[in-house]
């Protein structure tokens, strides 16, 4: 376990990542929050609200470790843990439906290896959490301890207030219980399924914040269904190597084998689980985090894989080629982490070469150009905090990163153009920090001749637009 851990941990030590989405500096400012660490982080109103619909488990055990906005190093650290812990957990799975060791431990290895686990456990997700407490409820529900249902019962709603989306699996395990343990069902369903609903129902934001605006018209549902499981597929089948093609044949393989598992109808649970978390994320939208949403179910889909794999004849076959495509899996993600790192500037951090963004970039120009968008902004946020005083606050498209890394009040922007600046001037704050890539086609005219003043302007990072500017801190918007 040390072994995956430490080096998880390194990758993230200069925590730069921290900021680039929205949802780890609630994050950070929740932990902080739980343990009475908010009173030197400078945070709005309405900053307080958004972190109000965010499930709350995550963020508390990053707290409880001493983590937080003013001590990122140490969220990373308990990041990069749950993530190791998701690996052993993945083998332990395996080793217990499959009991074959050498097969586990290479699934384990499979999973760890893939872009998506590279990716995302160098960033603060709660996914990193919830996918060990579902392996370790399903290890716990498949086992022959004494309470072991209400164990399990009990591990399916913390993973519940982990991520929303865990509220599915509660569902999927309680009518499992209802179909196969009748006596069990009442109090370990109430056990699964109350926990997740009560702290839900406390903080309706996520809800209310998803539904409003949108048109329930059955054919703008079908169509946004429809984009939704399309985006969905496509996600699960890149998510499992750095090369296209393969990546799609073995995430084929991978699913076809644990269709055929679950066809053997000795995987009930697995099934309830899968549909209805596959259900969840379809209805609750958002295509663009298609990969991420995802990720949850590649270590059960790969372990449902071996044991439909176990049943085919030749299975001394199946272990050499389950080998093999652990090589493959780990000879792709070696291949592309050493093509795009070798080419990248020499400063770039070592976070900013496990982003994203640079790692998935479509070729090694655009990967690039990525990363020295994001060191520069960073260099910005780092010259805000020498420009703009303690008491001030910033509006800025990347708002997180200002109230991370500059110790400044930040806002996100309220203009869907830069147009829009002449009919609605109204912000709490004095600064803004306009980034030219969020407004293509439009020029920094438009916000100086309204009469703010450039307090620095950024070298660019496009070398095909050498004069665009990376980012301007304009002082415009007093009250």
């Known amino acids: 376990m040390a072994a995956l851990v430490l080096p998880l941990a390194h990758l993230g030590l200069d925590h730069l990542l921290a900021g680039f989405n ?46 937080g906005a003013t001590q990122l190093e140490t969220a990373f650290v308990v990041n990069a843990a749950a993530g190791g812990a998701a690996v052993v957990l993945l083998y332990c799975y395996a080793r217990q439906l499959t ?20 990716s995302y ?8 959490l919830f996918i ?26 913390l993973a519940a207030i982990t991520r929303t989306a865990g509220i599915a699996y509660c569902l999927g395990f309680t009518a499992w219980l209802a179909s196969t343990k009748p006596e069990h069902w009442k109090v370990a369903g109430v056990i699964a399924c109350l926990i997740p609903i009560a702290e839900r129902t406390l903080n309706q934001g996520t809800y209310l914040a998803l539904i409003s605006g949108r048109d329930f018209s059955a054919s703008a549902m079908a169509g946004e269904l429809y984009g939704n499981a399309s985006a969905l597929v496509v996600g699960f089948a890149h998510n499992w190597a750095f090369h296209g093609a393969f990546s799609i044949a073995l995430g084929t393989l991978v699913f076809a084998l644990a269709a055929w598992a679950l066809i053997q109808r000795r995987f009930a649970l ?18 663009e985090q298609a990969a991420r949403f995802v ?9 449902l894989a071996l044991t439909g794999a176990s049943s085919l004849p030749a299975q001394r076959r199946f272990n050499i080629a389950a080998f093999i495509v652990l090589l493959a899996v780990g000879g792709s993600s070696a291949q592309h982490l050493l093509a795009r790192w070798t080419a990248a500037p020499p400063d770039l951090p070592n976070s900013l070469r496990m982003s994203h963004a640079f790692l998935f970039a479509a070729d090694p120009q655009s990967a690039h150009a990525q990363a020295r968008y994001r060191a520069q902004i960073v260099r910005d946020i780092q010259h805000i905090e020498t420009v703009v005083q303690p008491r001030e606050c ?86």
């Open 132 to 157: 060990p407490m579902s392996l370790c409820a399903l290890l716990i529900a498949r086992s022959r301890a004494r309470h072991a249902i209400i164990f399990s019962a009990l591990l399916f709603a």
């Open 295 to 303: 990720y949850p179910l590649m270590p059960l889909t790969l372990v």
């Open 394 to 479: 910033v509006v800025s498209e990347l708002p997180a990163l200002v109230l991370l890394h500059a110790r400044r009040a930040a806002t996100p922007s309220p203009w869907p153009s830069w147009g829009s600046l002449a009919e609605n001037r109204h912000t709490p704050c004095r600064y803004y920090y306009a980034l030219p890539a969020y407004f293509p086609g439009e020029t920094l005219d438009v916000v100086s001749g309204l009469g703010a003043t450039p307090l620095f302007v950024s070298p660019g990072y496009d070398p095909q637009a050498p004069g665009a500017p990376t980012g301007v801190l304009f002082d415009f918007f007093t009250n």
């Open 121 to 128: 456990a160098n960033g603060l997700w709660s996914e990193n």
């Open 22 to 67: 929205w949802d780890d500096a609630i994050y950070l400012l929740m932990a902080d929050a739980y343990f009475g660490r908010l009173d030197d982080i400078p945070v709005l109103e309405q900053t307080v609200f958004a972190w109000r619909s965010y499930p709350p488990l995550y963020p508390l055990l990053i707290g409880l470790f001493g983590g």
């Open 99 to 118: 009991g074959n060791l050498i097969l586990s431990a290479q699934a384990a290895l499979i999973l760890a290896l893939t872009p998506a686990a590279l």
């Open 270 to 287: 697995e099934a309830l689980l899968l549909a209805t978390y596959c259900v969840s994320i379809t209805l609750w939208g958002y295509p």
